[in-house]
């Protein structure tokens, strides 16, 4: 037991907080801990005004997010689309319909591009089977890189074959 001491020490040994006359190195009552990060989106324009579900005030700050994203869009994107969200209507965005004359363009455009990734594709098979005999002979240290690199080319060009050609709207001059 330690005499002379009493309030410094807690009941455990350790130090306490507060000693005999409450003087202690503990928080004072007016501590409020440390300020909370205030979360925001990826649009600055928005600041913290973010959907988040997470907190007591959720319903007031989601409707005043709601009239800020509403705000916003009416400056950048028009008021049409600002009253749609404000109104809460579904917005139906038709689809465009190409002339002829573009479907027309686009079936040659396409007929090129194919045409020119089709020889590519047979230039880098031709180049493959010298590299892989190059590789089988061991007559060049560089050459099971090469290959493999221009593997790889042929995958990509395989993949790109595949996908489709957008059809472009624009003016293409002859």
């Not at 909370?36 to 913290?48: D, E, M, P, Q, V």
């Not at 965005?93 to 194919?114: D, G, N, S």
């Amino acid at each position: 037991m330690m005499s002379g001491r009493g309030g410094r020490y807690s009941c455990h040994g350790g130090r306490s907080n507060g000693g005999r006359n409450g003087r202690g190195r503990g928080r004072s009552q007016n501590y409020t801990g440390a300020a909370k990060a205030s979360k925001s989106g990826r649009c600055t324009t928005l600041g913290i005004n973010v959907f988040d579900y997470g907190q007591k005030s959720a319903a007031d700050q989601m409707r005043m997010s709601w009239e800020k994203l509403v705000q916003y869009v009416g400056t950048n994107y028009g008021q049409d689309i600002s009253n749609k969200l404000q109104n809460k209507l579904a917005v139906t965005l038709v689809e465009p319909v190409h002339t002829i004359e573009v479907l027309r363009r686009h079936v040659v455009h396409e007929q090129m591009i194919r045409t020119g990734q089709g020889n590519i594709q047979q230039a880098r098979r031709a180049q493959q089977a010298i590299l892989q005999t190059a590789v089988n002979a061991g007559v060049d240290l560089e050459a099971p890189m090469k290959l493999a690199i221009l593997q790889n080319e042929i995958a990509q060009g395989n993949f790109t074959a595949n996908v489709d050609i957008p059809v472009a709207n624009e003016h293409v001059p002859s």
